[in-house]
C-alpha cells in the first residue's frame, strides 16, 4: 500500500514539476505587458499620474515615434537635443529623471506600445491573468478506495472464518467428537496475538510518520501583519517576483521587499478596486484597508510628500524556515539551476495569503536533486567536467536522463550542511 | 624500537613507558559508568567492572523522556523583518569586503573587513598592501573578536561615574589651561599628528610623549648616534642571502613580523632545479620563534650579545675574535661572519637587545657588510615603534614633582607596563586632570578621573603611514557599538576646531589627493603607495662606534642566572591577553596556552629541579602531569613565582619570562587567572629599559601549577608500534648531493605496492574512485611555515570553533582544526625545530569513514571527507581510527548551542560562557553550523568557502579558478605557505606547486594508504652540521644502550 502511494506520490510529483516548469517559461515570455510590469509599472500607469505620466494615447502625444524610442532609451541624452516637448514634460514632472532603458529594443518598445493601446480606459476591469495554466488535482487520493478495500476484505474473511469454524463444529457435533469450551475471541491467542501485531505495525507506522512530520509544516499559512496578496500583485499585475524579492538572483536569502519598495508603486496605488479578496475561511478582505496599513509602517500620508526615513520595517511571519543547519542559497537554484519559482513554493500567482507548498524536508530536497538536470551544456562552470560531456557525446550517458544534480556530487552530505 | 630523527617530547625521545601507554590511548579519560572504579586501580580494564545495567537503563528513560519532551514542544513563531529602507548595495546573505587597516600601538597591517549582513565577521589581507601583500598575523586574525569583547568601556565616566560627553567636554575645558602631556604609543597616523599638533598649538608649552611598552629606544638613539637620524630604517629580508638575528625576533615580535615573515620566506623558497636558499644564523638566550626557523642556532646568554655583536664585528672585518671564550659561540661567530663576508652587499644582521652600545655595533656590522642601501633601507623610514623611554621616565619624574597638571593617555598603559609602575601610580594622583582614552578600563584608565571611551579600529575612521610614503586607511565597518568617541574628536573639540575627525580626515586626503572622488577611490583599495621607492644607504660615524665598542669590551663576562624577558606572539605587551582565542593559540615555541612561566632549559632543570630527562621515569613524570613545580624567582629585590617549563634551545645559565600576562580584571574574562605580570622585573639602565637582568636567584617553593600544554596531545601509534615520522626534513648539502632522497625514501616505503606509481590502486582491496570535476588539495610549504599561528587563530574564526578554556585544554579537549606540530630533532640542549601546520588530511581511503556506524563522516565527489553533525551520535570512533589525530569532540556545551539551557553552568569555566553572550556571538560565521555538545568536528577545507566560490563561477557561466577561492588558513598565511585548489586542473596553483617540486612532495604516514588530498613540501635547512648532530646523538643512543 505504501508503495503505491509513493508511487502516486512521485507522479504526482514529476506531474506538478512538468506542470510548473512551463508556468514558469510563460512568465518569462517576453510580451508588451510583463515587459511594462517589469521597466515601466514601477512609475507609470495607464491610465493614471503616478511619478510620471499616465500612458494612454502616449503615441499621439509624441510627433516622431523615434524621438519616442529615444526618450524611452535614454532620457537622458535626449533631453540635451533640446527636444521641445521632451524639456516641456521634464519639467512638468518636477525634473525628475526616468530611468535609463539601454536595453529595450524598438520591438520591446513596440510590443509596450500595443500592450497600453490594449487596455481599456479607466474604470473598465483589469486584464485577466495570464497564468492560464491550470493547477494539477490534488493528489488523487486512492489510499481511501484501498483502505475501504481492505476493511471490507477483512470482514468478509472474519466472517468465512467464523462460518468455516460453525461448520467444523457442525461436523464435529455429527462425527460426535465432543465440543470443546469455546474460547470467546478476547482469549483467544491466536486473535490477541494477531491483533498485537497489527497494533504494533499501524502504531509503529503511525509513530514514525509522526516523529517524521515533528518541526515540517507544509501548509502552513499563518495571518500576515498585512493581508499581503500574491494572486494580486503576482498573478493579476504580472509583477516580475524579483522586482521585490531582489536577492533571489545574488544571494542566500531571496529576501523580502523593505518598505520603501512597496511604497514605490503604492505611493499612486492607493486604493483596491480588483476582484473581492477572499481568506481560506470565507472572510471577505478590504483591500484598500490593507494598503493603509502599509501606510502605516511607512509612515506615510496621502497627499503628502513622503519621508522615507520614517519608514517602520513591517513584521511579517517566516514562513519557510529551515533548521540552522541546512545551507540553501537562492541564486544556486534560480540563477544558476534556472529553477522557477513554483517549482518549491507552489502557484504562488494564485495564492492570496502565502501558504507553503513543499514540506522543506531533506527526502522532498533529495529526490529532487536525483531527477533535476543541471545547466550542463549552457553553464560554462560544467566545462570542467570533461569526462562526462564525452561520455554524452558517445551515448555512454543517457542524454535524456542528462547530468542531474546527483551525478555531480548533489546529494553529498556537505552540499548542504556544514 | 628504532631511535626516532624527530621527538616531540622528550618521553618520545627516551621512548619511556608512559609515552607508550599514552600513545594507545586515545582519549585521555576512562569510560564512565564503573561502577567500582578499584577494578581499574588495580589494573582491571573496564571490560571487567560490574555491568551497569540499571545506570544504563536510567540514563536510556530519561534521555527517551527528554527527548519526547523537547521535541514535543510548540514550533515557535519566527519572524522575517525586512528592512524599513534597504540600503542600495547591501544584499542580506551576501558578505561586503571594506579596505581598512587593523591598528594597535604602532602595529599596522591594512586588511579588507568581511562584513557580513551589518557585522564585521573575520579579517583577511589586503594583497594591495605592498608590505604586507596580504598576510596577517594571529593578532589580526583575533582582533575582530575584541570588537566585540563584554568588557569594553559601554559609556564615559567621570571620577568613575556614568557621565556624558558633553558634561566631560564642560568639566575638561574648565580645567584644560596651562600645559598638558599627552601620553600616545607610537601614533602612525599623519591625520591624527596633526590633531594633536593643533591640540598641543592651541595649549602652549604641552607636549607629547610616546610611550612603548617594549621599546626600540635603543635603535632609535643607536641611529642617531650613528647617522644622525633618529629613525628606523625598512629592512629588507628578502634581499638578504644570509641574515644574522643577535636574539631579534623579527619573525614574532620585532617591529613589523608579518612584513618580515614574507620577505624571509621568499629567501627560503626553493627552486628545486636550482637549489640555493638564505641562510639565517641565530643567537639565542630563550628559544624564540625566529630561533626555531634558523638554519643554525647557537645559544647565548642576554649579557653576552654586546660580545657577540663585537665578535662579529671583528670577525667580519677580519680581525681574530676576542671577549668570548665559549667554544660554540666562536664558532658560531665564525659561522656567521662566513656567511656574512660571504654575501657582501647581501646580508643583513639585526639584534633584539635594547642596549644602545650593541645597537650601534650592530650598525657598524651592517656598514662592514655593505648592507646599507641593500638590505637595510634609509630611503624609507618606518614608523612601527617611535617610543624613547627616557622621554617617559621625565614624565613619570615631572609627575611626581608636581610639574603636571593634566595628562592625557592614549593607547598607552604605563600603569601595567612601565617597569616602576608605583611611581606612574603616585605621580597621576598629584595631576589634577587625568584622561584616558581606552576600549577598556586598562590599568591605567581606571586611575583616570575622566575615561572616554575610544571605538575600536573597525568602527573608526582614519589613517596610518607604517612606513614613509607607504598610506593605509581606515573606515568603519559597523556603527560604533557604544557611547565612544574618537580621540581626534575630543582633541579637535578642545582646541576650539569644531569639525569632527572624519570631515578633518576626507578634508584632508581630498584636498592631498586632488578630489574627493580620488579619495573615495583610495579608500576602496585602502591603501595609497609610493610610486618609486626611494633607497638610501647613511654614512657611518666612526667615533660612536669606538666608544660602544669600549663600553662592551669594559662589561664583565657575567656568571649568574640570567633572566630574559620576552614577548609571546600572540599577547604581546599585553594587548592580546584579553582575547581568548589568543589565549588559547598554543604558543608556537612552548604549545602551552593560557598562562606564562618560567623557561628554563634541560640543564638547568637537572641542577634546578632534579629532573633528568633522559631519565625516561623522571622525563615521564614531569611530561605526563600537567602540574609543574612552581619557582620563586628573585632579582633585584623583586620576586616573582611561576611553574617552570622545560624548553630545548634554551640557554643552560638563562630562563625567560613572557610578558603581557597578569592584567587587571576588568579587560576581560580571559586575563582572569592567567599568568603574572613580569613588566616589574625590567630594570631601567640610562634611562632605557632593558628586558634581561643578571643575578637572578631560583628557588623552588614545593608547590605546583597546572599549565595547559598541547605539546603532547594528539599523539597516537599503532599497538605495533609502526607510527613512522610525520615529518620529512634535510639539510641543504644533502638535498644537493641526492635531490631525490625523499623520493626514494618514498618509493622504497610503497615498493611492497609496485612502488609510488601503482600505489594507490594495488596497495588496498577497495576500488580506485574516479573524481570527474573538481578534486580538491592543499600544499603545505614546511619550508615557508614559520609556525607563526595566524592561521589557527584565522580557522577559529571563520569555522566557529569553539574556545574550551584552560580547564578543558588541560584535558585534551582544545577544538582547534588546526594545529601546529612541533618537531624536535638533534641534540636536547640546542635542538633543530620543525613545524609543522596538522588539519583533516581528506584521505581519499580514509579510515574515519569506515567505522561510522551511523555515515555521518563520508566521502564526497570532489575528495572532501565531510563531517555531518546532526548525524553524528558521538561515538568517537572516528576519531580513534584517525592517524593524525585531527578529529575534535565536543565533549561539553562549549558553544550554548544545546536544547537544554544551563547545561554550561559549573562544566565550562566563565571564559567560554562569555563566549556565548549575545554580544561575542556576533562574530559567528553565518555560513558555518555552531556545533553542540557530542559530535565530533574537524577540518573541512572551508567547504562554505569552496561552495561560495563554485556559485560564484556558476553566476558568471565560467569555469572556476584559484582566485575564486581561498581557505581561510592560506589567506592568513603571512609567507604563503599553504596553496589550495583544484587538482584537478592543470593549470591550478596546487598543481603547479605538485608538479614543480617532485623531490620534496610527501604525504604524511603514506605507507597506511589512507591516501591523504594534503602534501607537504619537505624542509629543508641550510645547514650542513645538522646530518653530523643527529649521527652523533645515534652513537650517543647506541653506547647507552651498550
Request: include cysteine; charged fraction near 20%; hydrophobic fraction near 35%.
Amino acid at each position: 500500500m505504501t508503495i503505491l502511494r509513493s508511487l502516486a506520490k512521485i507522479v504526482s510529483i514529476f506531474l506538478f514539476i512538468t506542470l510548473s516548469s512551463s508556468i514558469g517559461n510563460q512568465l518569462n515570455a517576453q510580451d508588451g505587458k510583463s515587459l511594462f510590469s517589469q521597466n515601466c509599472a514601477s512609475c507609470h500607469a495607464v491610465n493614471k499620474k503616478l511619478t510620471g505620466p499616465a500612458l494612454a494615447g502616449v503615441e499621439d502625444r509624441w510627433p516622431d515615434k523615434k524621438n519616442l524610442y529615444a526618450w524611452i532609451k535614454n532620457n537622458a541624452a535626449f533631453l540635451k537635443t533640446g527636444d521641445a516637448y521632451a524639456n516641456k514634460l521634464y519639467n512638468e514632472y518636477n525634473k525628475t529623471a526616468m530611468n535609463l532603458f539601454p536595453t529595450l529594443t524598438d520591438k520591446d518598445i513596440d510590443a509596450i506600445l500595443g500592450y497600453i493601446k490594449s487596455v481599456p480606459a479607466a474604470g473598465a476591469a483589469p486584464a485577466g491573468g495570464a497564468a492560464t495554466s491550470t493547477a494539477p488535482s490534488d493528489e488523487s487520493d486512492s489510499t481511501l478506495v484501498f483502505g475501504l478495500l481492505t476493511l471490507i476484505l477483512a470482514v468478509v474473511s472474519l466472517i468465512l472464518l467464523q462460518v468455516n469454524s460453525n461448520l467444523k463444529k457442525l461436523s464435529d457435533d455429527k462425527a460426535g467428537i465432543p465440543a470443546v469450551d469455546p474460547v470467546p475471541f478476547y482469549r483467544n491467542k491466536a486473535y490477541i496475538a494477531f491483533i498485537s501485531i497489527i497494533l504494533f505495525i499501524v502504531g509503529g507506522y503511525m509513530t514514525t510518520v509522526g516523529a517524521m512530520n515533528l518541526g515540517r509544516s507544509k501548509d502552513y499559512q499563518p495571518e500576515q501583519p498585512i493581508y499581503y496578496s500574491h494572486k494580486v500583485h503576482a498573478g493579476v499585475n504580472q509583477i516580475n517576483c524579483q522586482y521585490c524579492h531582489t536577492g533571489t538572483y545574488q544571494g542566500k536569502q531571496a529576501t523580502l521587499p523593505s518598505v520603501n519598495v512597496c511604497m514605490n508603486c503604492h505611493m499612486a496605488i492607493n486604493e483596491y478596486k480588483g476582484e473581492a479578496l477572499v481568506r481560506e475561511n470565507g472572510d471577505v478582505v478590504d483591500g484598500t484597508a490593507e494598503i493603509k496599513k502599509l501606510y502605516k509602517y511607512a509612515g506615510f500620508t496621502e497627499g503628502q510628500p513622503w519621508d522615507a526615513t520614517q519608514a517602520k520595517p513591517i513584521e511579517w511571519v517566516r514562513i519557510h524556515n529551515l533548521p540552522d543547519h541546512v545551507y540553501f542559497n537562492h541564486a544556486q537554484h534560480v540563477n544558476a539551476g534556472q529553477v522557477a519559482c513554483q517549482q518549491c513554493h507552489g502557484e504562488i500567482q494564485k495564492m492570496g495569503e502565502v501558504k507553503q507548498f513543499a514540506d522543506l524536508s531533506m527526502g522532498w530536497c533529495v529526490n529532487c536533486h536525483r531527477n533535476t538536470q543541471v545547466q550542463f551544456k549552457d553553464n560554462g562552470f560544467y566545462s570542467i567536467y570533461e569526462k562526462f560531456h564525452e561520455d554524452l557525446k558517445s551515448g555512454k550517458l543517457d542524454s535524456a536522463k542528462g547530468i542531474t544534480v546527483e551525478k555531480i556530487g548533489g546529494t553529498e552530505c556537505q552540499k548542504c550542511h556544514y | 624500537m628504532e631511535q626516532k630523527k624527530h621527538w616531540q617530547s622528550f618521553g618520545e625521545l627516551n621512548n619511556s613507558e608512559a609515552f607508550n601507554a599514552e600513545v594507545q590511548n586515545e582519549f585521555k579519560e576512562e569510560l564512565p559508568f564503573v561502577e567500582d572504579e578499584s577494578t581499574l586501580e588495580k589494573g582491571g580494564s573496564f571490560l571487567q567492572a560490574k555491568a551497569p545495567r540499571r545506570d544504563f537503563l536510567k540514563y536510556l528513560g530519561f534521555s527517551t523522556a527528554a527527548a519526547a519532551v523537547a521535541a514535543s514542544c510548540e514550533m515557535p513563531i519566527k519572524k522575517a523583518i525586512p528592512f524599513a529602507n534597504k540600503p542600495e548595495d547591501l544584499v542580506p546573505g551576501i558578505s561586503d569586503y571594506y579596505a581598512t587597516t587593523y591598528v594597535q600601538d604602532g602595529d599596522v597591517i591594512s586588511v579588507l573587513a568581511k562584513v557580513r549582513d551589518g557585522r564585521p565577521i573575520k579579517l583577511e589581507g589586503n594583497d594591495l598592501s605592498p608590505l604586507t601583500n596580504g598576510g596577517t598575523s594571529a593578532r589580526v586574525q583575533a582582533a575582530v573578536l575584541d570588537l566585540y569583547d563584554t568588557a569594553r568601556l559601554r559609556f564615559p565616566l567621570m571620577s568613575g561615574k556614568e557621565a556624558s560627553f558633553e558634561n566631560i567636554d564642560k568639566a575638561i575645558a574648565a580645567e584644560l589651561n596651562g600645559a598638558a602631556v599627552i601620553v600616545t604609543s607610537s601614533i602612525t597616523s599623519p591625520s591624527t599628528k596633526a590633531v594633536i599638533a593643533q591640540f598641543l598649538a592651541k595649549h602652549p608649552g604641552s607636549k607629547h610623549v610616546t610611550y612603548d611598552a617594549v621599546s626600540h629606544s635603543s635603535m632609535l638613539l643607536a641611529n642617531e648616534a650613528c647617522y644622525g637620524k633618529r629613525v628606523l630604517p625598512s629592512y629588507q629580508f628578502d634581499k638578504a642571502k644570509a641574515v644574522v638575528s643577535l636574539s631579534a625576533d623579527f619573525l614574532g615580535t620585532w617591529l613589523n613580523p608579518v612584513e618580515f615573515a614574507k620577505q624571509y620566506a621568499t629567501g627560503k623558497k626553493l627552486n628545486e632545479k636550482t637549489p640555493a636558499m638564505s641562510k639565517h644564523v641565530h643567537f639565542e638566550t630563550v628559544a624564540s620563534l625566529t630561533g626555531s626557523n634558523a638554519d643554525q642556532k647557537y645559544t647565548c646568554r642576554p649579557s653576552e650579545i654586546g660580545a657577540i655583536a663585537a665578535g662579529l664585528l671583528s670577525a667580519v672585518k677580519g680581525q681574530p675574535i676576542t671577549g668570548i671564550n665559549d667554544v660554540k659561540l666562536k664558532e658560531g661567530i665564525a659561522v656567521a661572519a662566513d656567511a656574512l663576508i660571504g654575501n657582501k652587499n647581501a646580508a643583513l644582521v639585526v639584534a633584539g637587545s635594547n642596549d644602545v652600545n650593541v645597537q650601534i655595533i650592530v650598525n657598524a656590522i651592517n656598514d662592514a657588510i655593505g648592507a646599507n642601501g641593500n638590505t637595510i633601507n634609509f630611503g624609507v623610514t618606518v614608523n612601527y615603534r617611535q617610543g624613547i623611554d627616557s622621554d617617559f621616565a621625565t614624565v613619570v619624574d615631572d609627575m611626581n614633582a608636581g610639574k603636571i597638571n593634566t595628562v592625557l593617555f592614549y593607547g598607552a598603559n604605563p600603569v601595567y607596563s612601565w617597569p616602576q609602575a608605583d611611581k606612574v601610580k603616585s605621580g597621576l594622583a598629584k595631576v589634577k586632570t587625568s584622561i584616558s582614552f581606552n576600549a577598556k578600563l586598562d590599568e591605567t584608565t581606571a586611575l583616570c578621573k575622566y575615561v572616554l571611551p575610544a571605538p575600536h579600529f573597525l568602527e573608526s575612521w582614519g589613517d596610518a603611514e607604517p612606513a614613509a610614503g607607504y598610506y593605509t586607511f581606515l573606515q568603519p565597518t559597523i556603527s560604533p557599538l557604544f557611547k565612544t568617541r574618537p580621540f581626534e574628536d575630543s582633541l579637535l573639540k578642545w582646541s576650539g576646531d569644531a569639525t569632527d575627525f572624519t570631515t578633518y580626515l576626507k578634508n584632508e586626503w581630498s584636498r592631498k589627493l586632488g578630489s574627493e572622488t580620488a579619495w573615495n577611490k583610495t579608500l576602496q583599495a585602502g591603501v595609497l603607495n609610493p610610486t618609486s621607492v626611494p633607497t638610501a644607504g647613511a654614512s657611518l660615524n666612526g667615533a660612536a662606534v669606538a666608544n660602544a665598542l669600549a663600553v662592551v669590551a669594559a662589561s664583565k663576562p657575567n656568571t649568574t642566572i640570567e633572566l630574559a624577558l620576552y614577548q609571546k606572539i600572540g599577547i604581546g605587551a599585553g594587548q592580546g591577553a584579553s582575547n581568548p582565542w589568543l589565549q588559547e593559540l598554543p604558543d608556537p615555541v612552548t604549545r602551552a596556552t593560557w598562562d606564562n612561566y618560567i623557561i628554563v632549559s634541560p640543564s638547568m632543570a637537572r641542577t634546578l629541579l632534579n629532573i633528568d630527562l633522559n631519565n625516561a621515569g623522571q622525563a615521564d613524570d614531569y611530561e605526563v602531569h600537567p602540574p609543574k613545580k612552581v619557582v620563586k624567582l628573585t632579582v633585584d629585590g623583586k620576586s616573582i613565582e611561576l611553574p617552570v617549563l622545560i624548553i630545548p634551545g634554551t640557554h643552560p645559565q638563562t630562563v625567560g619570562i613572557a610578558l603581557g600576562y597578569g592584567r587587571a580584571e576588568a579587560v576581560g574574562k580571559a586575563v582572569i587567572g592567567t599568568g603574572k605580570n613580569a613588566f616589574p622585573l625590567a630594570c631601567i639602565e640610562n634611562g632605557t629599559v632593558h628586558f634581561n637582568c643578571t643575578n637572578v636567584t631560583l628557588s623552588v617553593t614545593g608547590e605546583t601549577y597546572p599549565v595547559a600544554l598541547t605539546q603532547t596531545h594528539f599523539r597516537y601509534d599503532t599497538a605495533q608500534g609502526t607510527r613512522t615520522e610525520v615529518v620529512k626534513e634535510i639539510t641543504l648539502a644533502e638535498y644537493k648531493k641526492n635531490p631525490t632522497e625523499i623520493l626514494e625514501e618514498r618509493e622504497a616505503e610503497t615498493k611492497p605496492y609496485g612502488g609510488l606509481e601503482k600505489y594507490e590502486a594495488q596497495g588496498t582491496i577497495y576500488p580506485v574512485y574516479e573524481r570527474p570535476g573538481i578534486k580538491w588539495g592543499m600544499s603545505v610549504d614546511l619550508n615557508s611555515c614559520n609556525g607563526c599561528g595566524a592561521c589557527v587563530v584565522a580557522c577559529n574564526a571563520e569555522n566557529n570553533v569553539a574556545v574550551v578554556g584552560k580547564p578543558e585544554v588541560l584535558r585534551g579537549h582544545e577544538m582547534h582544526w588546526l594545529r601546529i606540530d612541533k618537531y624536535f630533532s638533534g641534540d636536547m640542549d640546542n635542538p633543530n625545530v620543525v613545524f609543522q601546520p596538522l588539519m583533516c588530511q581528506h584521505c581519499d581511503n580514509a579510515p574515519c569513514e569506515n567505522v561510522c556506524p551511523v555515515a555521518a563522516t563520508n566521502h564526497s565527489s570532489e575528495g572532501l571527507n565531510q563531517m555531518t553533525y546532526n548525524r553524528c551520535i558521538g561515538t568517537r570512533y572516528c576519531a580513534n581510527n584517525c592517524p593524525f589525530k585531527v578529529r575534535r569532540f565536543n565533549w561539553s556545551d562549549y558553544s550554548g548551542a544545546d536544547s537544554f539551557p544551563d547545561n554550561q553552568e559549573g562544566i565550562v569555566n566563565d571564559v567560554v560562557i562569555n563566549m556565548s553572550d549575545d554580544l561575542t556571538r556576533m562574530v559567528l560565521n553565518p555560513d558555518v553550523t555552531v556545533r553542540s555538545r557530542g559530535v565530533i568536528e574537524k577540518c573541512s577545507f572551508c567547504v562554505q568557502r569552496l561552495q561560495e566560490g563554485k556559485l560564484k563561477a556558476k553566476k558568471d557561466s565560467r569555469p572556476f579558478e584559484d582566485g575564486d577561492i581561498k581557505v581561510a588558513c592560506q589567506q592568513s598565511c603571512p609567507t604563503n605557505a599553504i596553496s589550495f585548489g583544484n587538482a584537478n586542473d592543470k593549470h591550478s596553483a596546487i598543481t603547479k606547486v605538485r608538479v614543480e617540486n617532485p623531490n620534496r612532495s610527501f604525504y604524511v604516514l603514506e605507507q597506511l594508504h589512507v591516501l591523504p588530498n594534503v602534501t607537504y613540501l619537505a624542509k629543508v635547512r641550510n645547514s650542513d652540521e645538522h646530518e653530523a648532530a643527529h649521527e652523533a646523538s645515534n652513537e650517543k643512543e647506541a653506547e647507552k644502550k651498550a
